[in-house]
């Protein structure tokens, strides 16, 4: 985990360090209560070289959302000069969400802040208080409840990629899968929270017709608009399954 110790990594390390500088300078005093970083950066062993760089803030109540747009405003003129070149995102995300569960974010809307809890043990304080995930936040949604939560939101993610008006990047469509594919095996099969998704496909690896092989190698190649259209098939038998095995719980 951050920061890396191997040589060819202290780019990463820089960069991680000067990225989060320029956030709390921009935030400190103005609602900023923690920096995280968080993703696939974090794990040699997941990381690509095209992995992003990003942070979350843990915000005060009286926080302006704007604030965060112009910070990513500013990461992306930057992209070249402070970001060296990897997509840097910085989300912020209200500690009343977290301490009660009722989201006001963006990312708590989009995330739902039990879920976003239950990540916190995964992710690295870079700056700020560090909480006690177990006792500060609310409890992790129940698995069935995160299942139903997954499968409304990807089947409105199909609809909206299959008429060209997806909000979200065409190569994040599988990511969505496979936090639903996690939330499956947590479900039947005994797996244990972890946010690595390669550690998620060699647990299912003896099912080789699985769909988060397919999954995977599509977010690997970061796959186009066409051939995630066409694996919206696969995904929609694979939710009726799911749905399925969910309603004799």
């Known amino acids: 985990m951050w920061p890396f110790a191997n040589k060819e990594d202290k780019k990463i390390n820089a960069t991680v360090s000067n990225i989060a500088e320029f956030i709390v300078s921009r935030l400190e005093g103005r609602g900023l209560i923690s920096l995280y970083l968080a993703g696939t950066i974090l794990s040699r062993k997941e990381r690509v070289p095209d992995s992003d760089i990003d942070f979350f803030g843990v915000m005060s109540s009286d926080f302006n959302p704007a604030e965060e747009e112009a910070i990513n405003s500013e990461l992306e003129k930057q992209k070249e000069s402070l970001c060296k070149g990897f997509e840097c995102r910085f989300r912020g995300f209200f500690l009343d969400e977290l301490q009660s569960g009722k989201p006001r974010s963006m990312v708590g809307k989009l995330m739902r802040p039990e879920r976003l809890a239950q990540r916190f043990p995964f992710f690295k304080l870079v700056w700020g ?19 139903n939560f997954l499968i409304e939101f990807i089947e409105k993610a199909i609809k909206d990629l299959r008429a060209k008006k997806q909000k979200f990047p065409v190569e994040d469509f599988p990511k969505f899968i496979i936090e639903l594919i996690r939330v499956e095996a947590m479900m039947f099969q005994g797996y244990n929270y972890h946010p690595d998704r390669k550690r998620l496909q060699h647990f299912l690896r003896k099912q080789e017709s699985h769909i988060i092989h397919k999954a995977m190698d599509l977010r690997r190649r970061k796959a186009g608009w066409d051939e995630m259209v066409a694996f919206c098939a696969d995904v929609e038998k694979y939710i009726a399954g799911l749905k399925e095995m969910t309603r004799k719980l």
């Open 129 to 147: 208080k560090k909480f006690n995930y177990k006792k500060d936040f609310v409890k992790p949604m129940q698995l069935k409840d995160e299942a």
